[in-house]
């Protein structure tokens, strides 16, 4: 049983712990601007093909990297200027609109670029190894994203909850108006948020393509939309809160991947349930499951309507 | 009460127009080859411009921000296809489930209205729980659910009706409705109007209910939830109806759909195709049932047609111009697209109607004149 269960398992800590990056971008945006920022998971993506470039440029492995970190959160930011900042004033919906329409232009773009082929992620030395622990056979990557999803949060929550940006985070979240009455530089802040956001989806994006392999335009639309569902699992504006989210997601939805062999191994199903094909549609299910049941999510602070 | 039997000539003048538009379309689908790009744009364009007013009742008039359109055009298709394949076809689509349960076969007709009503029945399922939801997180919640639906329709173990992950086809088409003499030799050419008929009446009956009282309580939601429910109007009856009725409509879309493409598969209905329909409503004018019909018909003659261009080499004299390769298209549309929700968030129409059109041209000229 342990043995039938355990690689699905490992597979699920590793995949929870690159959509918990990803969530990461999309708690901060929310609990800030108010905003699910529909873009994020193509930014996810765009960092995945800028690593593909740079390394196919013959750069050396260190560089690309660290230029693929550099360059979306460039992108992040550029896009929260272009797109979001003339829209701080408008409805809401406007700006959801506006994320939508980033989305579909960076799809389009990526897509334009790479003539809509698969790209085939680059090795990356070290967490592209196999290994085996406990008789299962998985790549480095699997064990190095849990630990790395881990000290990074550690330091987003240190640098939230000590020093003077984080601060002001904190209360432009709280209150927006408020906070720009008292002097906080707001659009500083809305930035460094949004670069903050993109450094972990880049982070998140090498460690997401090393276990998949190939990066297409569309790469970003499902582990985006996962890892939202995470945030709002956790209670959305929450970082704690989204990484938790993120890592159950990422169980469950792989145990879920495996649970025909699972039940077959066990004795309880006597043939195949094709219930694999659930395994995206139980990430929403559990979605609408929180929203009815507690909208606030797991860690969220209950808001009241105002008139 | 009076003044509003009171004869208004900008309606007939929109009335006119709307006529024109419909002998036109007769007209010239006798005269070009039927092959020209431009009946393709106008049949998308007829499917698309239905989904988009019924999204656009539910975003523009009622104000609740779904995404679920695209789930909802996926059960109108499959409703559609399931019913009308001819029984002879059916071993054939079917053939990896025995033929499949259902065996018998529907007119068109009904069989789109069916494709409705289903659409419409896990409308209402779907908003039981989920309408209670605010905004954005209504339009994730609706997001997920038309993601439950494709996985649904794709599982192996109900097959039989939905044929698993494999096509439907076989089922009636636009084309089906040309008028063939005993030669097979099409006589009459009715496959361009007769989407613009079934999308015609599906938008007249969604601007008549606009323009009742119903619509008036929905505007009156979208503009302020509690001042409406202070008023007396029952927030959730309404929001479920407006949300069951636009999914109505989308299910019809949905099949229109179908018979566009006269092929389906359930996992084409991405959440893309929403963001596509949200940004037609958006360009149209969010709250305006014409710009979202003209606003359709520029997307898809502009997705289809017009940009075509840009995807090949293209030389000016002996320079050939840089960029333009396979995908370039979808790069300046998209830019457009962002320029339109940036800078032009009015869309082409704002609020306004095809009468009203009418009515400020009246107006400016009795300026002239006094």
Known sequence: ?307 | MKTKKKFNPAMLWAALVIVLVYVAVFITEQLLPASSMLFTVLKKGATYALVAVSMNLLNGFTGLFSLGQAGFMLIGAYTYAIFTIPVADRMNVYQYYNGGLVQFAMPVVPALIMAGLAAALFAFLIGLPVLRLKSDYLAIATLGFAEIIRAIFQWNKLGALTNGSNILREFPTFNDFNIRNAEGEVTLYLSTLVPFLIAGVCIALIVMLINSTFGRSLRAIKDDEIAAEAMGINLFHHKQMSFCISSFFAGIGGAMLAMYQSTIQAKAFTSAMTYEILLIVVIGGIGSVTGSCISSFLFVACSEWWLRFLDQKQMIGNFEVPLLRNGFRLVVFSIIIMIVVLFFRQGIMGTKELPDLFKRKKKSQQEVKA
């Not at chain 1, 049983?1 to 699920?12: E, H, I, K, S």
């Not at chain 1, 190894?129 to 406990?134: A, E, G, K, Y």
């Open chain 1, 1 to 307: 049983m342990f043995n039938t269960v355990f690689p699905y398992l490992l597979t699920g800590i590793s995949v929870g712990g690159q959509y918990a990056l990803i969530a990461i971008g999309y708690t901060m945006v929310y609990g800030i601007l108010r905003l699910i920022n529909f873009a994020h998971g193509d930014v996810f993506m765009v960092a995945g093909i800028v690593m593909v470039y740079l390394n196919a440029s013959g750069l050396p492995l260190w560089l690309s990297v660290l230029l693929t970190l550099l360059i979306t959160v460039v992108i992040g930011f550029a896009i929260e200027r272009v797109a979001y900042k003339p829209l701080r004033t408008a409805p809401r919906m406007s700006i959801m609109i506006s994320a939508i329409g980033v989305s579909y232009t960076l799809q389009n773009l990526v897509l334009y670029i790479t003539g809509g082929l698969n790209q085939f992620y680059p090795k990356v030395s070290f967490i592209s190894d196999s290994v085996t622990i406990f008789g299962a056979s998985t790549k480095m990557v699997t064990l190095v994203t849990p630990i790395l999803t881990v000290i990074l949060v550690v330091a987003l929550v240190q640098l939230i909850n000590h020093t003077k940006i984080g601060m002001a985070m904190r209360a432009v979240s709280k209150d927006f108006e408020t906070s720009q009455l008292m002097g906080i530089k707001i659009n500083s802040v809305i930035s460094t948020t949004f670069i903050i956001g993109s450094f972990l989806a880049a982070v998140g994006s090498m460690l997401y393509f090393t276990n998949y392999n190939t990066v297409i335009q569309t790469s970003g639309a499902m582990p985006g939309l996962k890892a939202f569902v995470a945030a709002v699992f956790g209670g959305i504006g929450s970082i704690p809160g989204a990484v938790v989210g993120a890592f159950i997601i990422g169980i469950c939805e792989n145990i879920i991947k495996g649970l025909d062999i699972i039940l077959f191994k066990a004795g309880i199903t006597k043939q195949n349930l094709g219930l694999a094909t659930f395994s995206d549609a139980f990430t929403f299910a559990l979605l609408i499951v929180i929203l009815i049941v507690k909208p606030t999510g797991l860690f969220g602070e209950k808001t009241t309507d105002k008139v």
